[in-house]
């Protein structure tokens, strides 16, 4: 084999129960932080095991969509009011400083990405 690590399969670090009780704690407003070092599993893999990625593939009846843990920062009420800006023709720059978020925070809110993902057009 010519360059880079040859990639073992392993079988998942967490069990289907704990992925379960992950996605619950999550639902209920903890940190995917915390719960990472609860179950003693490393955060990018507990990201995978709630995305449904890989060997966790169907173990959640519904996948978390976008970046789990990731909560919106914008109320519907303010993603409303940067679509109403940007039908105005202002600037992501301007619609942030409005709304007084980061640009990045504004741009995804008006492409409904990330945690704004679910959120109906308006």
């Known amino acids: 084999m010519r360059g ?3 990639r073992r399969h392993c079988p998942p670090a967490l069990t289907p129960e704990q992925v379960r009780y992950a996605a619950n704690e999550l639902l209920a407003g903890h940190l995917i ?3 990472a070092i609860n179950l003693e599993v490393d955060r990018k893999t507990l990201h995978r095991a709630l995305s449904g990625q890989g060997a966790y593939a169907g173990i ?3 996948p978390l969509a976008g970046k789990p843990g990731s ?7 303010k993603v409303a009011c940067a679509a109403t800006l940007r039908a105005a023709q202002a600037t992501t720059g301007q619609i942030a ?10 741009t995804a809110a008006l492409v409904r990405r990330g945690a704004y993902a679910g959120q109906a057009e308006i």
């Open 4 to 6: 880079g690590r040859r």
């Open 33 to 35: 932080k915390h719960i």
């Open 60 to 62: 959640l009846a519904e």
């Open 71 to 77: 909560r919106p920062i914008l109320s519907a009420d």
């Open 97 to 106: 400083a409005q709304l007084h978020v980061h640009r990045n925070t504004a």
